[in-house]
């Protein structure tokens, strides 16, 4: 718009790109940690792969306080009702990456005891390959998610969040949703 | 060392121990199931073999077999540093066997398992709960029986894409075997 | 008079335990334990650890996998020190089927192993410190691991899950240049290990959560089966790599660290000495690696030369019947141990004669560790649970398999 050459200091943008640009940089993780993954994922968390270089430094071990859940290793059935509620407790926007073979299909583990991939669970965003997989690709799953959340609708969270309040009071005869869509 | 200490078992309690071998270096003696908690105070307490440490309590599921079942105490001396193998026999119509939880601190866990894992119960044992698997969990998974896929999720599973495929295959499977019979 | 009104005071305080729920998913239960604590104030009552969350059949699966095959499992049972246990369930098949490995397979094997313990500990010192809120010492134990795990990469071709045994060998030889790249790691390794050391050891903080905490008596440690690192800490001198020499362990010389309280210090002080001993332990048999073959003479076993399988049928047979039909082990059982990083790794194999193993039993050292954990943490105030919840070193793997 011509704009930035006259007032510098500034830059214009649209509020949704702005948004989603502020919450792919500061994803506060919540590292669902069972197996051996853990080990890689501490391996990318420390000082030679350093994941804080892809502003995901800090994990919560609060699921309130986190975005992006990291489900790392096999979760069988005895721990799935725990992780869906530890997906519950996060706030919206919420974002899923299934760390390692195991969480996003069951890995060689195709037994009574696991659950075949976290998907059955929850909804997943991101799935990584490998067993465990290298840092490198964690890193590569993490890019990927950026990308993924870039290219959002910003409010699209709101929206289906209204929508299920509408649905849950029987309001559905109407279009109660109609005025507050932006 | 051990080999001694073996043979003096079977001779001290002839009527109980059925049998001895020494096979691969391993000292092991079959014995009477209703015997198991005299014969391993016995190797606890005697002042020459003193079999203080149970390094392993483990059953196997001889399937089409009579008795079915065995449980194995694998013993250790601490002072002679030689270890012996007891094996108590525990039929299928009768799955139960003395506890020895009170002679050795680990039994009370590793007899857990195996109540969890092959259904043998250890009369007298304090708190004889499943250990690896959930309470609501029928069956006992490591009997040869037990189907290995047969999973009991505990939670409602989603739908997911792969389901789809495999349904997918499943119907084109099944589609040539009706066309071949009609 | 006046110790009497209080006493009647504290009688009189309205007060009930409580019960706190700690894990499954928590930043210090390493993994997924769940503990459901009865609370008086700030101390523990009552203990009731509940495992179970990572089990992932490993039995079931074994018994429907080949000899060989059962391998990849055993990697991701301590998956910190995966060759350790390769190595294990290598040794009891070995036993069963009256095969000996090669002088250089059993020092290859002793190399690698002690490279795993390095990491093993490493890892539970670095994340006990973390979880005690010292996160500069787990930089530095990672950045250790880190070059243990490139050695490892540079053998055996993965970082962590190798499955580098073979029932009777190896999957290949060591590289050519492995004595030079050690010694260029080892200088790092021993710089790492002491500065990990002036930064906990005596660090006041560090010393005050884990002196005195988390005690276990010689008897308890008898009768819970303890062994390892945590058995050495009560001043009993049981190490299956002296008392039963196996591999290469016989002809070398080295020190088994004791402590003499029993508490989490100790198991501390234990980690750091075995690591340097560790060292000692790879020098020498660096120094004095064999010459000859890795893999050990027997068809039965050990798969035939890529050339022979190319170029004649009986090779080609061979090589078809032991992928096919796996390794035809003969009937019987063994309890075969090892000194994995926590302490005695035993398989309890049972053998039908077939090509798939009919039980394979684990006798983790984690699963024997943990019942004791009343013992040590009852009476005790409630952050002294994650000191003594590390050095323990429960890996979630081992404990449910």
Same mark, same amino acid.
């Given at each position: 718009m011509g704009l930035e050459q006259k007032l510098p200091g500034f830059i214009t943008s649209k509020l949704g790109p702005a948004v989603n640009w502020a919450r792919k940089f500061s994803l506060f993780q919540y590292p669902f940690v069972t197996a051996c993954c853990g080990m890689e994922y501490m391996a990318t968390a420390a000082s030679r792969y350093d994941i804080a270089r892809f502003g995901a430094e800090i994990p919560r071990f609060s699921p309130r306080q986190a975005d992006l859940l990291f489900v790392v290793g096999t979760v069988n059935h005895k721990l799935a009702p725990f992780l869906q509620t530890v997906y519950a407790q996060m706030t919206e926007p919420k974002w899923v990456i299934s760390f390692g073979v195991c969480a996003s299909t069951g890995g060689f583990y195709d037994n009574y005891a696991t659950v075949q991939g976290i998907d059955k669970l929850i909804p997943v965003d991101v799935y990584i390959p490998g067993c465990p997989p290298r840092p490198e690709q964690v890193i590569d799953a993490l890019v990927e998610l950026q990308n993924k959340i870039q290219s959002e609708s910003w409010d699209k969270y709101a929206y289906e969040r209204r929508r299920t309040r509408a649905l849950h009071e029987g309001l559905s005869g109407q279009d109660p949703l109609k005025p507050s869509v932006p | 060392m051990s080999k001694s200490d073996i043979k003096k078992l079977g001779r001290k309690f002839r009527k109980v121990v059925l049998d001895t071998s020494e096979r691969l270096g391993m000292d092991t003696a079959l014995i009477d199931k209703d015997a198991v908690r005299e014969i391993l105070e016995y190797l606890r307490d005697e002042e020459k073999m003193q079999y203080n440490m149970l390094r392993h309590l483990t059953c196997v599921d001889y399937l089409h077999r009579d008795p079915r079942f065995e449980v194995v105490y694998v013993l250790y001396s601490m002072s002679n540093k030689t270890q012996v193998v007891i094996k108590a026999a525990v039929p299928e119509d009768d799955p139960t066997i003395d506890s020895v939880h009170d002679l050795f601190g680990c039994a009370n866990w590793a007899e857990r398992e195996v109540w969890d894992m092959y259904g043998v119960d250890f009369?007298?044992?304090?708190?004889?709960?499943? !250990?690896?698997?959930?309470?609501?969990?029928?069956?006992?998974?490591?009997?040869?029986?037990?189907?290995?896929?047969?999973?009991?999720?505990?939670?409602?599973?989603?739908?997911?894409?792969?389901?789809? !495929?495999?349904?997918?295959?499943?119907?084109?499977?099944?589609q040539p075997e009706q066309g071949s019979r009609s | 008079m006046t110790a009497e009104i209080e006493h009647d005071d504290i009688n009189d305080l309205h007060t009930?335990?409580?019960?706190?729920?700690?894990?499954?998913?928590?930043?210090?239960?390493?993994?997924?334990? #769940?503990?459901?604590?009865?609370?008086?104030?700030?101390?523990?009552?009552?203990?009731?650890?509940?495992? *179970?969350?990572?089990?992932?059949?490993?039995? /079931?699966?074994?018994?429907?996998?080949?000899?060989?095959?059962?391998?990849?499992?055993?990697?991701?049972?301590?998956?910190?020190?995966?060759?350790?246990?390769?190595?294990?369930?290598?040794?009891?098949?070995? /036993?069963?089927?009256?095969?000996?490995?090669?002088?250089?397979?059993?020092?290859?094997?002793?190399?690698?192993?002690?490279?795993?313990?390095?990491?093993?500990?490493?890892?539970?010192? %670095?994340?006990?410190?973390?979880?005690?809120?010292?996160?500069?010492?787990?930089?530095? $134990?990672?950045?250790?691991?880190?070059?243990?795990?490139?050695?490892?990469?540079?053998?055996?071709?993965?970082?962590?899950?190798?499955? &580098? $045994?073979?029932?009777?060998?190896?999957?290949?030889?060591?590289?050519?240049?492995?004595?030079?790249?050690?010694?260029?790691?080892?200088?790092?390794?021993?710089?790492?290990?002491?500065?990990?050391?002036?930064?906990?050891?005596?660090?006041?903080?560090?010393?005050?959560?884990?002196?005195?905490?988390?005690?276990?008596?010689?008897?308890?440690?008898?009768?819970?089966? &303890?062994?390892?690192?945590?058995?050495?800490?009560?001043?009993?001198?049981?190490?299956?790599? /002296?008392?039963?020499?196996?591999?290469?362990?016989?002809?070398?010389?080295?020190?088994?660290? +004791?402590?003499?309280?029993?508490?989490? @210090?100790?198991?501390?002080?234990? #980690?750091?000495?075995?690591?340097?001993?560790?060292?000692?332990?790879?020098?020498?048999?660096?120094? /004095?690696?064999?010459? *000859?073959?890795?893999?050990?003479?027997?068809?039965? +076993?050990?798969?035939?030369?890529?050339?022979?399988?190319?170029?004649?049928?009986?090779?080609?047979?061979?090589?078809?019947?032991?992928?096919?039909? %796996?390794?035809?082990?003969?009937? %019987?059982?063994?309890?075969? &141990?090892?000194?994995?990083?926590? %302490?005695?790794?035993?398989?309890?194999?049972?053998?039908?004669?077939?090509?798939?193993?009919?039980?394979?039993?684990?006798?983790?050292?984690?699963? &024997?560790?943990?019942?004791?954990?009343?013992?040590?943490?009852? *009476?005790?105030?409630?952050?002294?649970?994650?000191?003594? @919840?590390?050095?323990?070193?429960?890996?979630?793997?081992?404990?449910?398999?």
């Open positions: - | 009369k007298g044992h304090p708190d004889l709960r499943r !250990i690896l698997m959930y309470e609501e969990f029928d069956g006992h998974p490591l009997r040869k029986d037990y189907d290995k896929q047969a999973s009991q999720p505990r939670v409602e599973l989603r739908k997911t894409e792969r389901d789809a !495929i495999e349904e997918f295959k499943t119907f084109h499977k099944q | 009930e335990p409580m019960l706190l729920n700690m894990g499954p998913s928590h930043p210090a239960m390493h993994g997924t334990v #769940r503990m459901v604590l009865t609370l008086d104030g700030e101390t523990v009552i009552k203990v009731d650890p509940e495992i *179970g969350y990572l089990h992932r059949g490993f039995e /079931k699966e074994c018994e429907h996998a080949t000899w060989t095959q059962v391998f990849p499992y055993t990697d991701r049972l301590n998956y910190v020190s995966p060759l350790l246990n390769n190595f294990g369930f290598a040794l009891a098949a070995e /036993k069963l089927l009256e095969i000996e490995a090669t002088p250089r397979c059993n020092t290859i094997r002793t190399i690698m192993g002690e490279v795993s313990r390095l990491s093993d500990h490493l890892t539970c010192v %670095g994340a006990g410190s973390l979880e005690l809120g010292g996160f500069s010492a787990f930089l530095y $134990a990672i950045e250790g691991r880190e070059l243990i795990w490139d050695l490892t990469e540079e053998v055996t071709g993965a970082r962590m899950t190798v499955t &580098y $045994a073979r029932i009777g060998g190896l999957k290949d030889d060591i590289t050519p240049d492995f004595a030079d790249s050690w010694r260029v790691k080892r200088e790092r390794l021993l710089e790492i290990i002491d500065d990990v050391d002036k930064l906990l050891t005596k660090n006041r903080i560090f010393l005050d959560r884990m002196q005195g905490t988390g005690i276990i008596s010689q008897e308890d440690a008898i009768s819970y089966g &303890y062994s390892g690192p945590c058995m050495r800490s009560t001043g009993i001198d049981y190490d299956l790599r /002296k008392d039963h020499p196996y591999f290469a362990y016989g002809d070398i010389d080295f020190d088994v660290p +004791v402590g003499t309280t029993g508490d989490n @210090f100790d198991r501390y002080l234990i #980690r750091m000495e075995e690591m340097r001993q560790s060292i000692r332990i790879i020098d020498q048999c660096v120094a /004095k690696m064999p010459d *000859g073959p890795v893999n050990c003479d027997d068809p039965r +076993v050990v798969l035939p030369e890529k050339e022979r399988v190319y170029n004649s049928i009986e090779g080609m047979i061979n090589h078809f019947k032991i992928i096919f039909e %796996g390794i035809q082990v003969p009937a %019987g059982e063994i309890y075969s &141990y090892t000194e994995a990083g926590n %302490g005695e790794l035993g398989y309890y194999v049972v053998s039908n004669g077939t090509g798939n193993p009919w039980k394979v039993s684990v006798r983790s050292p984690s699963f &024997y560790h943990m019942p004791a954990i009343h013992k040590m943490i009852e *009476g005790a105030m409630i952050a002294d649970i994650i000191p003594t @919840f590390d050095t323990i070193n429960m890996i979630g793997g081992e404990i449910d398999r």
